[in-house]
């Protein structure tokens, strides 16, 4: 059986090594990024890649150390670096004896005979083209209860009566989703899953702010990579709600454009125009569109020297005049570290609160939905 | 009074420049460049620039500045492809967002949007609106801008024959000598590869073109290498899809390969995106050419003339030596 990997992107890798494994493939389970992952990257990227490549560099000298012969990534749908990392990564990994393939996913729509090729090659097992897509309904349905549990936990940590008690349910529930196989099993898991992070106690009481995430995909769904940002903001008592999750940004690449989608695009168009690869554009579209409903501040999150969130922040910063929004932008390296971290994610949220403190009292109607 | 525009002296500026002072001059437009960047300049720039942002774009933002308040318009195309097939750096797309939301107190800016894939006449129409800002006739732009690709056809030849991008400007629109006299090919021959707004300009890459020439050094950029023999080069499987890149990246595999030059002297700004992964695919591809040393030179507005210096030095003996002890074994 070829042994198989792929990039770690938060819990999706339950769901990734279900597929694989149903295709007749071994998995080698990406691990989660931490100090040796980051110390192997930095040592073998480029200084001045972007963070995220430096992980997934990382994340393949340790699986490739763990005997994986295959890794399976995508290929990138806007002009950015991440379109031709597969390549780099490649070069990079022959140059220090790992010798591993590199199978590049690109968007079905475009490359469709590339597509079916790629999963091919991946379909050890041999299976027919309906089993295989059997398996590829599953692996999303599997998908989308692991993204809909940790927006839930979202909506339950700022509110959870005692410290720490979401982010526990939400480990074992994620191991019920793991555990689940058949279309019923994933669905019942799913749900389990769900309720029991809904019962965990709340205070209904408590002032809660709220933030929108916005910012560059691989920084947003690896929690790893932004020290656990959306842990920091919730046990601060801040609900979040992120931009992007993999269930949804695959949806808009691979089969149409959402309404959501586009009303983003719409939203970012005074102010930037076109897509300018990455996901700049949305990143300002979704910034105002969290304005026009109420939410109290925006946080970005991108690697250092990010192209299209530099262009962004760029933006942004008229974009929060015009639009009244506190915006709060993390460059994300190798360097950076929790505790400076949190100390400004403290004073944002402080000055979040003030401001709505101040305007509540001025008398103004604050609209939140 | 005729109207003035504004063109920043960056980026862009070292390869359309001639096409775009043609085309307004012959619009009866008058042009006003912010010239050789100096120290205030990219003080500026950076000043008010995002500090993340590369230095080549808080240049720009520098250039922007110092000419405001002197034009009635500024020229910030959004340059998003011109070859039909690599387009530019994601900074060069959301440049005029850029300009029009972080700096404040700017004249109207003239961002026409220059894509190519829109169709075979898509730059004439770029051109076209351009000049209907102005409120021309189209026959009027139509001649002006036929005279401008004629000043593109002679700028990019020039360059071709071996001149740098200032110096074909010199010739074209201040009657220099076309004769690259001081190109004689005596000694070591080196490429400097890099961005031309990076390696042209004289400042922001502590005059490393011409510092190699004082020693003595015949120096080629990627603008005097003719673009088909870059795009067959190309050794990757995935083009690199910014236009800069491909042809910096490509310029190195070919002359990797044709062994042409005595060094390879690879010129990045520091938080460049693109560069991060053109420099390693370089470095990886010159461990396979060990013939041709190569360097990697990083800028940030900080580089000091000393530093440079010395590492040039140690570079440039380095690759004496070794030419030195080829030729002796060649003779034995
Ligand atoms: S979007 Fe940012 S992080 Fe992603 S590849 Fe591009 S530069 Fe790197
Ligand atoms: S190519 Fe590099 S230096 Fe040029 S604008 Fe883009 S990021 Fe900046």
Known sequence: MPKVTFPRMGESYRCFKMLMNDLGNEVIIPPRPNKKTLDHGVRHSPEFACLPLKILTGTYIETCQMGAEIIVTSGGSGPCRAGLYGQLHQKILKSIGFPVDIIVFEAPKSHPIDFIRKVNRLNAGRLSYRAVWECIKRGWEKLKYLDDAEKMTHVARPREVNRGETTRVYREVLEWIDSAYTFKEIREAGEAALDTIRAVPQDSARQILKVGIVGEIYVLLEPASNLEMEETLGNLGVEVHRSMFLTGWTRDNTVKETSEHLSVKDAARPYIPLCIGGHGQETVGHTILYSKEGYDGVVQMAPFTCIPEIVARTILTRVSREHSIPVMTFFLDEQTGKAGMSTRVEAFVDLMRRKKALFKSSGARLMVN | ?332
């Open chain 2, 1 to 332: 009074m005729a109207a003035r525009v504004g063109i920043p002296s960056s980026l862009f500026y070292y390869v359309h420049f001639p096409m775009w002072q043609t085309f307004f001059s012959e619009l009866g437009i008058e042009v006003v460049v912010s010239g050789q960047t100096t120290k205030n300049l990219l003080d500026a720039g950076v000043k008010e620039a995002l500090a993340d942002a590369c230095v080549p774009v808080k240049l720009f933002f520098g250039h922007v500045i110092s000419l405001k308040d002197k034009v009635d318009y500024l020229f910030v195309p959004r340059m998003v492809c011109l070859n039909r097939k690599t387009i530019y750096c994601p900074k060069f797309l959301g440049l005029p967002d850029m300009i029009r939301h972080g700096l404040s107190g700017l004249p109207p800016l003239i961002d026409v949007q220059m894509d190519n894939r829109e169709g075979f006449a898509a730059q004439w129409k770029a051109y076209l609106q351009i000049g209907s800002i102005f409120g021309l006739g189209r026959l009027k732009i139509l001649r002006a801008y036929i005279k401008a690709t004629g000043s593109a056809r002679r700028f990019k030849s020039l360059l071709l024959e071996g001149l740098s991008p200032p110096e074909a400007m010199d010739v074209l629109f201040k009657g220099g000598s076309a004769s690259p006299a001081v190109k004689k090919r005596s000694g070591l021959v080196f490429a400097v590869l890099g961005y031309p707004y990076e390696v042209h300009d004289p400042f922001i890459s502590v005059g490393l073109v011409n510092k190699l020439q004082k020693m003595g050094i015949t120096v080629i950029t990627m603008e005097n290498l003719s673009p088909g023999k870059l795009s067959r080069a190309n050794i990757l499987e995935k083009k690199m899809f910014w236009t800069f890149s491909d042809i910096a990246l490509n310029a190195a595999y070919h002359l990797f390969k044709a062994g042409t030059v005595d060094g390879i002297i690879h010129l990045t700004a520091f938080g460049c995106g693109p560069d991060s992964m053109v420099d390693k695919l370089m470095e990886i591809s010159s461990k396979d050419y060990p013939e041709t040393p190569f360097m990697s030179v990083t800028i940030d507005e900080h580089t000091g003339d000393a530093g440079i210096s010395t590492r040039l030095e140690a570079f440039v003996d380095m690759v004496k030596r070794k030419k030195e002890a080829r030729e002796r074994l060649c003779q034995r």
